[in-house]
Structures are given as structure tokens and as C-alpha cells.
């Protein structure tokens, strides 16, 4: 193992203040052993709608975006399902974040998808819909365990923590992510 702890970018593909799977990525962060990762929360409602147009010359947000994807060992995808696919927020960050052609920023950056929903299957299809874009994007992408949680009573406490009925599945999946991240990373 690592001495240094892994830096994780982290997109949550909602943009509302209030967002479920915000809440679920912090949560999840707690989880994260002492001195294993830092994670750094990129800002996608920054960025301008992709426009081919503008591939020669970059919003100073997309810069800054991918500048925040290099510098860290792996992504963590913490998203909302919309209409039974990915948000169009999510979307326009993926592709800002791989143009021009030929400098994706995503490329080799070993990638998590989890994400909540009060639906009963969560976010299944946001992620199954998401999977086939990372590996196109060259993003080796943990498999299994796969993450289907639904937001409900005692899935996050007050103070922000996972509760009990949900804390060692979702502490097996986080330990498994950051494990993943560093077979990438050696």
C-alpha cells in the first residue's frame, strides 16, 4: 500500500443543492481509512455546453477541470439517474473533459460508478448507461461490487454519516474502489 494518500476526484453528476448523491459522496468519504485518499469535488455546473467550436480554445473551467483529473489517481462517478439515463450535466462534463480529440483528460483513470435515488433499483441504469462511455474514454472501470442504492430513511444520519443498515456494505465498496485505484496507481 501506498505511504501517500490517493488523490480522488470526485463528480456528482447533479448540480441541485440539496443532492442526494452529493449527501452519498461526502458520506462516503468519511468511510475512507485515515490517510488513504483525499478527495477533491470537481465543479461540472461550471462548465460551458461542449462545443467542437471551442476545442482550440478552452473555457478557463474546462482547463481547470482537467488540470483536476490529471493530478488525481482515479475518478469517483456519484450520480443521479434522470429520465433512465445519466443527468446531461454529467454528459457535457464527459465530453468537455475529452476533446480535443487525442487529450482526454479521462484516459487511463481507473474510475467508480456508484449513485442513490428513492427508486428501489437506484441508479442501475444511469450506470449501465455510463459504463459504456468510460470504456470508451479508456477508463478502466471497477466492475464489481456493483452499487445500487436507494436513498431512504437511515441511509445517511443527520450528521452526514452512513447509517448502520448500510455502512459495511458501502464500506466493502469503498475499500474495494480505493483498492482498484491503486492496482492503477503502482
Not at 500500500?1 to 442526494?20: C, H, K, N, W
Request: aromatic share 8%; hydrophobic share 40%.
Amino acid at each position: 500500500m501506498s505511504s501517500s494518500p490517493l488523490q480522488i476526484a470526485v463528480v456528482v453528476g447533479s448540480l441541485r443543492r440539496d443532492s442526494y448523491n452529493r449527501k452519498l459522496a461526502l458520506a462516503l468519504e468519511k468511510l475512507a481509512p485515515a490517510g488513504s485518499a483525499s478527495f477533491k469535488h470537481l465543479d461540472i455546473g461550471a462548465l460551458p455546453l461542449y462545443n467542437q467550436d471551442d476545442d482550440a480554445n478552452q473555457a478557463p473551467a474546462v482547463k481547470q477541470m482537467k488540470a483536476d483529473i490529471a493530478a488525481s489517481a482515479g475518478v469517483l462517478f456519484v450520480t443521479p439517474e434522470y429520465n433512465r439515463s445519466i443527468p446531461g450535466v454529467l454528459k457535457n462534463a464527459l465530453d468537455n473533459c475529452s476533446r480535443p480529440y487525442g487529450s482526454s483528460a479521462w484516459a487511463g483513470k481507473p474510475a467508480g460508478i456508484i449513485g442513490t435515488s428513492p427508486g428501489a433499483i437506484g441508479t442501475a441504469l444511469a450506470q449501465a448507461h455510463l459504463r459504456p462511455i468510460l470504456g470508451y474514454l479508456d477508463m478502466p472501470t471497477l466492475g464489481q461490487p456493483e452499487a445500487f442504492v436507494q436513498m431512504k430513511e437511515g441511509l445517511i444520519d443527520a450528521d452526514g454519516n452512513i447509517g448502520e443498515g448500510s455502512r459495511k456494505f458501502l464500506q466493502g465498496w469503498l475499500d474495494t474502489y480505493l483498492n482498484w485505484v491503486r492496482k492503477f496507481s503502482a
